[in-house]
């Protein structure tokens, strides 16, 4: 079982605060260094994804970070 979640926290600046939480309920006998890859991978295409999302729906939102 594998879940993440994003959180978005307006701040009193105007700006937001983005979190993104990943976690596994079960331990899985899978070595870390197989499954560390995969987790990654999924974080990435979320975050592009989570991106290309805002630039499209708020495109004139400044976006910080590459």
């Known amino acids: ?3 993440g979640s994003w959180t978005f926290t307006a ?3 105007g700006e ?12 899985s006998s899978i ?5 560390d890859p995969i987790v ?6 979320s975050l592009r994804d ?4 805002a630039e499209t729906t708020a ?3 400044k976006i910080v970070g590459n």
Do not use: M
């Open 50 to 53: 989570l991106r290309h999302l």
């Open 1 to 3: 079982h594998f879940e």
């Open 59 to 61: 495109p004139n939102a």
């Open 40 to 45: 990654q991978g999924s974080f990435w295409r």
């Open 31 to 35: 070595p870390k260094w197989i499954t």
């Open 16 to 27: 937001t605060q983005v979190i993104y939480t990943v976690y596994s309920k079960n331990k």
């Open 11 to 13: 701040l009193s600046n």
